[in-house]
């Protein structure tokens, strides 16, 4: 048998599980079989004797004799508590949020058959208040989503009757989950810590209702953005998640600037540690060993040098890559945006799509005359800007080509114009420009 928990961030998403229907703890009055422990045998007068038996719920009872019924009192009760009051108002649920109020109660766990063609559905409990130690959601407003859960151990109650459908019992759930029988016919188990990222998610949200996908699942809530927090409720579930409002800042901190201890932490860069530095080819020795071999070089242990992504992304909140952190209070934008040329997808603010010379600065050739920026006697020398040149023939023929490179090239779809100065921008806008970055009050 395998147990299909599913992924975690998806299950939290609904709520951690969708509660199933209500369990009564009394069920139906069983006959007592003729010459046994509630008969009296010929006598014809009847004796009730308190048995053993099923409660409608499945779990093992005791017969009661007063209400004439098998009672489960003494069992766990699998009953579904009462929703708590929510009134769902929609709201806009862009941003960076974090769980701040949430106890588990009920849940459904699913098992297959080891040839997964049988599938069924078992009520389970959380025994005591369970949340995970934190909880990260992130909405982007271009539609993207991420998601992160830390768990810690915890305590959950199956009954195991109805893990009879795939043929198995809590012994089949102990390599796994630790469970054990109890008198009632509940498996008592334990799961284990565990932790769960998800960045490639989607989200979309209409009227009061909130979606959000991912790869195995998706999964839609009622919802309520209102006082700087976000609540919602699965479907079919009774308790209320709700998440107050953090902010991104910060940007990854380059390779070059951080310590020993720092150099590579953080999931979007290529920062290494260590490094064969000096004259001639001294940056193709890969180790201490091989740059030893190199005349003129020597191994910097203490350098860290490589490549970092130029904006923080949830993994980079959870590793304490220097430069990214979380804030309470709203952030300001700050720094200088990279010309339109260079933003990606053209999406900063103030720059548009147009035709235009591209190919940023290049030195002058010999027939640049009349660029600007190229003095010309027998030869030219200086520099040109490709952005300042205004017709095709021109942009095609300057600059100085590099083999089957045009040092300029007209463009009928560039970008152009000039990028809006990072004061002027919102949150979401400065997440989008390239040279501008969130930054704490």
Not at 26 to 48: D, E, L
Not at 66 to 77: D, G, I, K, M, T
Not at 264 to 271: E, L, P, S
């Amino acid at each position: 048998m395998r147990i299909l928990r599913g992924v975690w961030g998806a299950v939290f998403l609904s709520g951690f599980f969708v509660a199933c229907g209500d369990d009564s703890s009394t069920g139906t009055k069983p006959v007592p079989q003729p010459g046994g422990a509630g008969s009296s045998g010929s006598s014809g007068v009847g004796t009730c004797m308190p048995y053993s038996c099923i409660c409608e719920n499945g779990l093992s009872g005791t017969f009661d004799c007063e209400s004439n019924a098998c009672s489960c009192a003494a069992c766990p009760n699998f009953a579904v508590a009462e929703p708590a009051p929510f009134e769902p108002c929609g709201g806009d649920p862009t941003g960076f949020w974090r769980l701040s109020d949430y106890d588990a109660g009920r849940f459904d766990l699913t098992l297959t058959g080891a040839l997964g063609n049988v599938e069924l559905t078992c009520p389970g409990q959380y025994p005591e208040p369970f949340r995970p130690t934190q909880t990260l959601l992130e909405l982007k407003a271009n539609g993207e989503a991420a998601l992160h859960v830390d768990f810690p151990s915890y305590r959950f109650q199956v009954i195991e009757s109805c893990l009879s459908g795939v043929k198995a019992n809590c012994s089949s759930l102990q390599r796994d989950f630790g469970c054990e029988a109890t008198s009632c016919g509940v498996c008592e188990c334990t799961g284990a810590a565990d932790a769960l990222t998800q960045e490639e998610l989607t989200w979309s949200a209409e009227g009061n209702e909130l979606r959000i996908v991912g790869e195995r699942f998706g999964e839609t809530v009622s919802f309520c953005v209102s006082d700087g927090k976000l609540s919602y409720r699965a479907e079919g579930g009774t308790n209320l998640a709700t998440f107050e409002r953090l902010y991104r800042t910060g940007a990854p901190q380059l390779c070059a600037d951080r310590t020993p201890e720092n150099c590579t932490k953080g999931d979007n860069n290529t920062c290494v540690l260590g490094q064969c530095v000096g004259t001639g080819s001294c940056s193709e020795a890969g180790n201490a060993a091989t740059c030893a071999k190199f005349q003129d070089c020597q191994w910097d242990a203490s350098s860290c040098y490589g490549q970092v992504y130029v904006h923080c992304q949830l993994a980079d909140f959870l590793a304490g890559t220097p430069g990214c952190a979380l804030s309470e209070a709203p952030p300001t934008c700050k720094g200088t945006p990279w010309i339109c040329e260079e933003q990606p997808g053209c999406a900063a603010k103030g720059c548009l799509f147009a035709a235009a010379c591209t190919g940023g600065e290049q030195a002058c050739e010999y027939d640049d005359e009349d660029i600007e920026g190229c003095v010309c006697d027998l030869s030219c020398t200086g520099t040109l800007n490709c952005s300042t040149i205004k017709d095709a023939a021109t942009c095609n023929a300057s600059g100085e080509d590099k083999g089957l490179q045009d040092a300029c090239e007209w463009s009928t779809m560039a970008c152009v114009a000039t990028a809006s100065p990072c004061e002027e921008l919102t949150i979401d806008e400065c997440e989008t420009t390239i040279g501008c970055a969130l930054q704490p009050q």
